[in-house]
């Protein structure tokens, strides 16, 4: 019932920054006892886990990214973004939201995926 659609550029050129828009339909975003994450897939990591926010806005982020990464929230329009700054070809992935509860590391909801490549 949940749906999740990521939206943003295919293309970003090093050192700019990137930013990701997740739309959710079916359930809102401040919806307890909800996280919403960013995950991104690529050749080299595979599945990595980058941050979320929590139905109550709480953020939290992967240690390696933390220094350049942020995600913000829209719940007027039950969106939340992720911004990575300083980019390099080493960000070229699939990136993904997906849903989990606070509680439980498993998610049951998760956007098709959108393609980011980082070149000049």
């Known amino acids: 019932q949940v749906q999740l659609q990521e939206s943003g550029p295919g293309l970003v050129k090093p050192s700019q920054t990137l930013s990701l828009t997740c739309t959710v339909s079916?359930?809102?975003?401040?919806?307890?006892?909800?996280?919403w994450s960013w995950i991104r897939q690529s050749p080299g990591l595979g599945l990595e886990w980058m941050g979320g926010i929590t139905y109550s806005g709480s953020t939290a982020y992967s240690p390696s990214l933390k220094s350049r990464t942020s995600i913000s929230r829209d719940a007027s329009k039950n969106q939340f973004t992720l911004h990575v700054s300083s980019v390099t070809p080493e960000d070229t992935a699939i990136y993904y939201c997906?849903?989990?509860?606070?509680?439980?590391?498993?998610?049951?909801?998760w956007g098709q995926g959108t393609q980011v490549t980082v070149s000049s």
């Open positions: 997906a849903r989990a509860a606070v509680s439980r590391d498993e998610y049951d909801y």
């Open positions: 079916g359930g809102s975003i401040t919806t307890n006892p909800y996280y």
